[in-house]
């Protein structure tokens, strides 16, 4: 708090919510909870390709004995026939086998590509011109233009080309959620509430098998009806959220950043000060000159070793998903399970990040994904029942940690970074992330014959990913910093 001649009551937005507001009060809660819903609908577009882009049950038309994809090769089109009908997925309908079978991976990897591209895209619009709700909103309907376009593609190229769009459009979703859900609350509670969207994300994953169940005769309706849910969300809930006020108030908008205050503070059933003036961060008028992430050798180190995390943590993560066809079990089943450790993580990551600090929590959990990944490769030797089942098990732990290492990596970034700069460097993270997610398809697509080597690779790179964050800084209990001046001078002090 500063005094000054005009007798105001001079607080920064971090004094504002932990004196007047309340760190984590009813408000707070809500309005976290209002902005992660359309990361559901994100991990629903994520992994749609688990069924979309399947390879169905052939059998034989004479006998109705069912075939190995493999023995489809050479055999006349007339003597064999797709189970569940020829439109149940993208590989029935053009027939994506034999000699065709790797553009399989093409449209999900340029899907991650796309997302990949897009996240430097959002992530400086929602930083500088349009904000953080502006862009959430934008990606929401572009997002469902593009998919809801999906469901009437021709041909593969065309199918490809619009995942790739459609991984360009909603990249903004889950970085935008994340930091409107965390710059609204106090330090201690940004762990927990950055959890929220990945709360979200676990029911879109375990709505997806039934969404895909019900749908599983057309892969182009089950696209239409994933698209209309994120329009809802777009034109009917969004509208209501607000914008961040640390964002509002770096771009000089400070009686709109108080107003948001205010509505925060009426919710929770208080009231701020007549007299409130926000403090400016430090050299605001200047930041679009001296405030440059890539001049600053010390933050050029943090984003890199922050985006070689990214890559193997999204590596892993999107990897064990997409791998699960590969596991001869039920499909279903299999990403349903999947689900369910995604809503274990979130609960156990709040806890978790109440209590922990960052830096070893996130290499812990990557070395135990790693670990279950080799132990999962070397299962796969066995093709009995009771190893199917154990495969099952162990890959649904190995996905567990790894989708703990996933959320906990997001409000890691969130806290190694500044306002000012904050949403760029959450959307490289997010390019990290869909780079290793653009390279996990192919490696699925080898272990449709060798499972073992795709598994133990995904365990290896787990592993060398939790090293990475030794050359880190602990952030636990930190409070955030506006400028990356006032970053740099803080981490200065010693604790």
Partial sequence: MQENPNNKYELTIDEVIEQHI????????????????PVLFDAQTSFISIYSDR????????????????????????????????????????????????????????????????????????????????????????????????????????????RFMNGFFRSGIGSCCVVLATETVGKKWRGQTGQYGFFFFA???????????????????????????????ALLMLPFSLESPRWLLIKGRNNEAITVL????????????????????????????????????????????????????????????????????NLYIAVLVNGVMEILAFFVGTVLLGIMNRRPLFSSLSFVAGLFCIICGVLSLQDTTATKWLQLAVVALGFFASGLAYNILYTYCIELFPTAVRNLAVSLLRQAFMLGAAAAPWLVAVGRKSPIWSFITFGVVSVLTGLVSFFLKETRNVPFCETLSQQKQAEEVPN
């Avoid at 069912?66 to 149940?88: N, Q, V, Y």
């Avoid at 749908?215 to 309706?221: I, T």
């Avoid at 010390?298 to 699960?324: E, P, S």
């Fill in 22 to 37: 309340g760190p984590s009060g009813f408000a707070e809660i809500l309005h976290a909870l209002f902005v992660s819903i």
């Fill in 55 to 162: 390879q169905p049950a052939a059998r034989l038309v004479a006998t109705g004995t069912a075939i190995e994809s493999s023995s489809l090769c050479g055999l006349p089109t007339d003597k064999w026939e797709w189970i569940g009908g020829k439109r149940s997925s993208v590989v029935s309908e053009w027939n994506l086998i034999c000699q065709h079978k790797f553009l399989v991976a093409l449209p999900s990897t340029l899907f991650f590509v796309g997302s990949l591209v897009g996240s430097g895209v959002s992530g400086i619009l929602a930083d500088s011109s349009l904000g953080r709700k502006k862009t959430l909103f934008l990606s929401c309907f572009l997002a469902f233009s593009t998919a809801f376009s999906i469901s009437f593609s021709p041909n593969i190229w065309i199918y490809a080309f619009l």
């Fill in 203 to 233: 029911m879109g994953l375990l709505s997806l098998p039934v969404m895909a169940y019900f749908e599983r005769s057309s892969w182009r309706n089950l696209y239409r009806t994933m698209s209309y849910l994120l329009l809802g969300y």
């Fill in 262 to 329: 205010k509505k925060l503070a009426r919710l929770n059933g208080k009231k701020l000060p007549a007299d409130l003036k926000l403090i400016d961060p430090p050299k605001r008028v200047n930041q679009s000159s001296s405030e440059k992430l890539w001049k600053r050798k010390w933050a050029v180190k943090r984003v890199l070793m922050v985006m070689i995390a990214g890559f193997g943590t999204g590596f892993v993560y999107y990897g064990i998903q997409l791998n699960a066809e590969n596991l001869k079990f």
